[in-house]
């Protein structure tokens, strides 16, 4: 692996425990590769329905944007003492009302990212069609390669070790 070819990786980080275990694999990443990492917070547009509600001093896009970059700010802060600590450079950007995995790809292209790292929940077939997979998304347009990160103990159960 030619590591000059990774100069610089794109995180996509949230305010999870998810989105925390993500940030220190971009991190251990781009300490091993000496890259410098650009940090995404990718806040969703507003569900549907907030749009449709009317209720006297409440804005629920605006309520929605705000809570996005409150959580954004936490993620960050968290993320960039990661990368301080490992001495790896790093960078922020947020991106509000777009689909992340179409952020992600985009940000990633922009900035010449060499990769992509994002965080699976390691939700079942049900759980990603009606909550949707920002992983699963990702890896179908994204232009870059995609790391995958998941919490211990998520995702699909290992084979029991053969019998000796």
Sequence with gaps: MNAAAYERLLVLVDDTPLGHATAE???????????ELLLLAAVPPAPPMLGEVDVAMFEPVADHEALGREQAARA???AQALAKAAGVAC???ITVG??????????????DCAL???????????????L?????HLTQIAERPVVVVRLPGSGAKSAPAPKA
């Design 25 to 35: 694999e971009g991190v251990r990443l781009a300490r091993a590769l000496g890259a």
């Design 76 to 78: 960050f802060a968290s």
């Design 91 to 93: 960078h922020t950007e």
């Design 98 to 111: 777009e689909d992340p995995a179409e952020a992600a790809n985009r940000v990633a292209k922009a900035h």
């Design 116 to 130: 992509i790292v994002v965080g699976s929940h390691g939700r079942g077939t049900l759980a990603r069609l009606v």
């Design 132 to 136: 949707g997979s920002v992983m699963g």
